[in-house]
T-cell receptor, first 114, second 114 residues
């Protein structure tokens, strides 16, 4: 089955700096890669996603890049703010007969210091 | 539109007890799933369902049962609770299985088994 590795496990930045979180996946049939943000005590919520026919997608301060050849994708947050502090999860969805099963990375705890 | 709801929010069980975690969605979503979240391990899929009457095992199914008698409800049963089942449990739903469909999470149930 699919395996998703996420790095780093913790990331500490100063307000205004950029943050980058990387994920690698094992199944070349995966075709959808969402990123979730989970604030303390809350549910994970989708912040951005990318499909395998696209190399990059941006939404204001966040962007996701995908390298299908190397089987990795990354989340980029620019001009970080204290409210960006949360746990971030990447995930991968296998196309075809995966029955919609998302495989998640282990999570990254991002702390933005004011 | 309440989205995905879960009850209870918190539960403490003694080893060997059984209980059912409730999950409901009012979005007429076909696909529902249960995850457990443990520190450093991301979200791991326990069981999932692609429609009423159809369920299957995920990554970590042992010790849990599910059923899907209606589109709206997807309860998770712990047969004989063990301390290793101490975790935060999230229910999720999607309109369909493919990449076009965002996955929505419930608020979670924090379970402690003593």
């Amino acid at each position: 089955g699919e395996n998703v590795e996420q790095h780093p496990s913790t990331l500490s930045v100063q307000e205004g700096d950029s943050a980058v979180i990387k994920c690698t996946y094992s199944d070349s049939a995966s075709n959808y890669f969402p990123w979730y943000k989970q604030e303390l005590g809350k549910r994970p919520q989708l912040i951005i996603d990318i499909r395998s026919n696209v190399g990059e997608k941006k939404d204001q301060r966040i962007a996701v890049t995908l390298n299908k050849t190397a089987k990795h994708f990354s989340l980029h947050i620019t001009e970080t703010q204290p409210e960006d502090s949360a746990v971030y999860f990447c995930a991968a969805l296998r196309g075809g007969t995966s029955y919609g099963k998302l495989t998640f990375g282990q999570g990254t705890i991002l702390t933005v210091h004011p | 539109n309440a989205g995905v709801t879960q009850t209870p929010k918190f539960q403490v069980l003694k080893t060997g007890q059984s209980m059912t975690l409730q999950c409901a969605q009012d979005m007429n979503h076909e696909y529902m799933s249960w995850y457990r979240q443990d520190p450093g391990m991301g979200l791991r899929l326990i069981h999932y369902s692609v429609g009423a009457g159809i369920t299957d095992q995920g990554e970590v199914p042992n010790g849990y049962n599910v059923s899907r008698s209606t589109t709206e409800d997807f309860p998770l049963r712990l047969l004989s609770a063990a301390p290793s089942q101490t975790s935060v449990y999230f229910c999720a739903s999607r309109q369909g299985q493919g990449a076009a469909y965002e996955q929505y999470f419930g608020p979670g149930t924090r379970l402690t088994v003593t």
